[in-house]
């Protein structure tokens, strides 16, 4: 339930030219480095927002650093898109999660019909998939998810819910990767497909959970479960 980094450095945002790399000063110079999140996180990287890099393991690559967290104000949003499926995989795996108990099986992206979702468990009697998505959105202490439209995000909640149907548990899981935020909720004014999409799935026997976490400049930890309002 924990994502480490390794080797990180404090810069300061510049610009986003697209949506895999940005530029950074760093040591003086403003750098290109990598994007581990392609989302469109508009209110978080603003030109001279504090961030922290992550040193690349592996020399050749194009880029010597990855962008992996920013400061909105006091506050430290991790916006690595790999880290929630880890931090989820880990504390399944763990026994952190008591929504999860007595697994026998755990496994990461297992397809089900047209979608590919990110876990997939079973128990004694249940088997069920589980989806989770990043949320690096805040307004007013309220995390918001989508921060785009996303017809992939309602494909995977209607898949879900069909999961449902035929007899598999499903879950639909928001990692916020801050914490802060007192309640979560699906940002309609964005994608008002998506919420319907969620509130369907909901009604059909989808469970949707929403947790914070501890984020820190080398990592973020799973955190407590946070109300959802749909």
Excluded at 198 to 222: I, M, N, Q
Aim: hydrophobic letters at 40%; one cysteine or more.
């Amino acid at each position: 339930m924990i994502m480490q980094y390794h080797s990180i450095k404090p810069a300061v945002f510049w610009e986003r030219p697209n949506r895999f790399t940005a530029r950074v000063l760093v040591d003086g110079a403003v750098t290109t480095v990598h994007m581990k999140n392609t989302g469109r996180c508009r209110e978080l990287l603003q030109p001279g927002a504090a961030v922290i890099l992550e040193e690349a393991s592996h020399p050749g690559r194009k880029t010597r650093y990855s962008l992996v967290a920013v400061y909105k104000g006091k506050m430290l949003v991790n916006i690595d898109s790999q880290a929630p499926n880890q931090v989820v995989f880990e504390g399944l795996q763990t026994g952190a999660l008591p929504e999860f108990s007595k697994l026998k099986h755990l496994a990461r992206e297992v397809s089900f019909g047209n979608s590919r979702f990110d876990l997939y468990y079973e128990t004694g009697k249940k088997q069920g998939f589980i989806e989770v998505k990043g949320v690096t959105l805040e307004r007013e202490r309220v995390a918001l998810f989508p921060d785009a439209p996303t017809e992939r995000g309602s494909k995977h909640l209607l898949e879900l819910g069909e999961a449902v149907r035929m007899g598999y548990e499903g879950c639909i899981f928001f990692l916020i990767q801050m914490r802060g935020p007192v309640c979560f909720q699906p940002n309609t004014a964005m994608d008002p497909k998506f919420t319907a999409a969620l509130r369907l799935a909901k009604e059909t026997g989808v469970r949707v959970l929403a947790y914070d976490a501890v984020v820190t400049a080398d990592g973020l930890v799973l955190g407590s479960p946070v109300p959802v309002a749909i």
